[in-house]
């Protein structure tokens, strides 16, 4: 008797754990709906901690599969919290840094106010007298009192320095324009000035290859178009290129002039001259195919011609850089008709025949 009751029996437990499986599964399909109707993140109560913890602290790592509302490492130091009690845990002395004397932070204000220096020198200020300060506090004790660094208010800025050397001061840089050839392109290199006073531009000849001797002899040629035009020159401000060789920084030094130099990567202390290129480039050389050396000086002649007599300019009142009166007679348009004239056009200087074969391409 007892041999065939006890198989019956084991079916009947299985059948028990197959439907107490069924029911587990359908709850975990239920929760997983419910959790997809609620927030991302649940806040619990440590009420709502400790009975969680109860229940499944005895699952041990079989928990990771189950748990959904927090992350598995989040409820073991759930458990931790629980196990160890808050009167185990030492209670900290002080939360956060020390707040800065009050002596110190009426110094940097002071020393704001009165010489304007930035942070970096407030800091070097307040080693020699045996304070050291975070740079970060003293920007955070300024800006608390108001008083923050705007861009410009220093006591001397890089716009200052151009404002008070621009009438003597050039800036100048390399240019380049990619020539059309039977073998492929080829860069065609040339070299502009500009003087930050009155804007007025210098724009040398082109080259393929701008070595250290073509690049000194443009330093000649623009010396000869300052004497000839009697043009003041203190200052030639460059970057750090290698194609400016020592023969070019000794046409400018001596006589009372000098080289500045600008930082590495630093394009924007060159503005102005930058912002000559990128006009040259987009409302003039932009609109031509280059097929040699001569076609190229050709359109930088005209182009620099009319950047400085008939191209207005927001720092020169809307006027070019070169002019006869300082302020154009007014023309009465009811009486003058206006006419447009044209000094360049595209494809200009090429033969007929590479005409037609650049306008097949």
Not at 231 to 240: E, F, G, K
Not at 252 to 275: C, D, I, Y
Request: overall charge positive.
């Amino acid at each position: 008797m007892a041999a065939v009751l006890h198989p019956l029996l084991t079916l009947l437990a299985s059948l028990t754990r197959q439907e107490l499986a069924r029911q587990v599964a359908y709850l975990k399909a239920e929760n997983q709906v419910l959790r997809s109707k609620l927030p991302k993140r649940i806040t619990l109560t440590d009420q709502q901690r400790r009975q969680l913890v109860k229940h499944g602290k005895h699952l041990g790592p079989r928990l990771a599969q189950l748990i959904s509302i927090v992350t598995y490492s989040t409820f073991r130091k759930w458990v931790r919290w629980v196990e160890d009690g808050p009167h185990k845990r030492p209670k900290p002395a002080s939360v956060g840094r020390p707040r800065l004397e009050a002596s110190l932070s009426e110094a940097i204000i002071r020393i704001r106010k009165e010489t304007g220096w930035g942070y970096t020198k407030i800091v070097q200020a307040l080693r020699l007298l045996g304070h050291t300060v975070a740079r970060q506090t003293i920007k955070n004790v300024l800006i608390a009192a108001r008083i923050c660094q705007e861009p410009g208010d220093h006591a001397d800025t890089w716009s200052e320095f151009l404002r008070r050397h621009a009438a003597t001061l050039w800036q100048c840089d390399f240019a380049s324009k990619r020539k059309w050839t039977i073998t492929g392109m080829v860069d065609l290199y040339f070299l502009v000035f500009i003087h930050i006073g009155s804007r007025r531009i210098w724009v040398s000849p082109c080259t393929a290859n701008p070595t250290g001797e073509w690049t000194a002899q443009q330093a000649r040629n623009f010396d000869m178009f300052l004497q000839e035009e009697n043009l003041p020159c203190t200052i030639v401000q460059r970057d750090r290129d290698a194609k400016y060789v020592r023969a070019f920084d000794d046409v400018f030094t001596g006589n009372g002039r000098t080289v500045k130099l600008t930082p590495v990567r630093s394009p924007n202390l060159q503005a102005f001259v930058e912002r000559v290129i990128q006009t040259l480039k987009h409302e003039v050389l932009n609109a031509f195919c280059i097929v040699s050396e001569r076609h190229m000086n050709h359109i930088l002649a005209i182009g620099a011609d009319w950047y400085n007599h008939r191209r207005g300019h927001t720092g020169r009142n809307h006027l070019p850089p070169v002019r006869n009166d300082d302020e154009p007679p007014t023309v009465d348009l009811t009486t003058h008709s206006l006419v447009c004239h044209t000094e360049l056009w595209p494809l200009e200087v090429i033969p007929p025949r590479r005409m037609t074969t650049l306008a097949r391409r």
